[in-house]
């Protein structure tokens, strides 16, 4: 699977759009781009996926450039809760052996 | 909305114990995973099964560490025995044959003293 480069942190304002940046440069043609978040504590919570079309949902939207080389993640909202670390995760769907390889993420947090 | 349980939630054991997790996937869903997650990091796959056979177990420290899911449904995590490094999160995942998020369990939380 490809490499991904997030940033280490990050901070948003509550109630302000969080934009969270995914570098993916060497990336294939059959690799979706995934993002999960962990709170505190807790099992990674899936947020979104997509290939190469921008992708939106109940949580968030993801834009994935042209050239697929990157990608970013937006709350539209913010809150508190979102306080958490997103991972950025690029794998290839539907030849069975579909493990996600999580990096370290970017700690997010949300300041009042 | 259907969760993927774990237990215990957390677990203290002693160095040279043995200590063993049970996870209990979503219905339905075929593929399981155990990762390990050391403070500070990113989860690390330890072993996939699709249903009740091993798929991945190549970060599996298989001389202390061992897997099943002998009816393709729940699955247990052992490590015999237990060193201090092995202090960590151990989450399980389950997903749908096709596709599709994985969903993760709340975790076990192992600390060895």
């Known amino acids: 699977d490809a490499k991904t480069t997030q940033p280490p942190s990050m901070d948003c304002a509550e109630g302000r759009a969080a934009n969270l940046p995914c570098n993916h440069s060497?990336?294939?043609?059959?690799?979706?781009v995934y993002w999960y978040r962990q709170i505190h504590s807790q099992g990674p919570q899936y947020i979104i996926h997509?290939?190469?079309n921008n992708e939106t949902n109940e949580m968030a939207s993801l834009i994935i450039t042209e050239d697929r080389k990157s990608s970013t993640l937006i709350l539209p909202h913010a809150t508190l809760r979102d306080t958490a670390v997103y991972y950025c995760?690029?794998?290839?769907?539907?030849?069975?052996?579909?493990?996600?390889?999580f990096g370290t993420g970017t700690r997010l947090t949300i300041i009042p | 909305e259907a969760e993927v349980a774990q237990s215990p939630r957390y677990k203290i054991t002693e160095k040279s114990q043995a200590v063993a997790f049970w996870c209990d996937p979503i219905?339905?869903?075929?593929?399981l995973y155990w990762y390990r997650q050391i403070l500070g990091q990113g989860p690390e796959l330890l072993v996939q099964?699709?249903?009740?056979?091993?798929?991945?177990d190549s970060q599996l420290p298989k001389d202390r560490f061992s897997a099943e899911r002998l009816k393709g449904v729940d699955s247990t995590l052992k490590i015999q025995p237990a060193e201090l490094g092995d202090s960590a999160m151990y989450l399980c995942?389950?997903?749908?044959?096709?596709?599709?998020?994985?969903?993760f369990g709340s975790g076990t939380r192992l600390t060895v003293v």
């Open positions: 995942a389950s997903s749908a044959r096709q596709g599709g998020g994985y969903t």
């Open positions: 997509g290939l190469k």
């Open positions: 995760i690029v794998r290839v769907v539907g030849f069975g052996n579909e493990k996600l390889t």
């Open positions: 219905s339905g869903h075929a593929t």
């Open positions: 060497t990336i294939s043609g059959n690799e979706y």
């Open positions: 099964f699709q249903d009740e056979s091993v798929v991945d």
